[in-house]
């Protein structure tokens, strides 16, 4: 159930970091492809999840 919470938390700070980016770019940036874009959104979001837990691995094996 933790690791459900923590990605959970991790998905919804994207779309939070999404709307922001909606907020200051507007128009200009757009999520095409099947679904209307859900599928490229989806995507991009656990992409950067991914990159996430790369980066924090990283960190934790340089500071051990």
């Known amino acids: 159930m933790r690791f459900f919470s ?3 938390i991790l998905f919804v ?3 939070i ?3 922001v980016i909606d907020f200051a770019f507007g ?3 757009r999520f095409l492809g099947p679904w209307h ?5 989806i995507v991009v ?3 950067m999840l991914l990159a996430e837990e ?3 691995r990283l960190c ?3 500071g051990t």
């Open 27 to 29: 128009q200009q940036i």
């Open 37 to 41: 874009g859900v599928i490229a959104f």
């Open 45 to 47: 979001v656990v992409t």
């Open 17 to 19: 970091i999404f709307c």
């Open 13 to 15: 700070s994207k779309l």
């Open 54 to 56: 790369v980066v924090a």
């Open 6 to 8: 923590a990605w959970v």
């Open 60 to 62: 934790r094996r340089l």
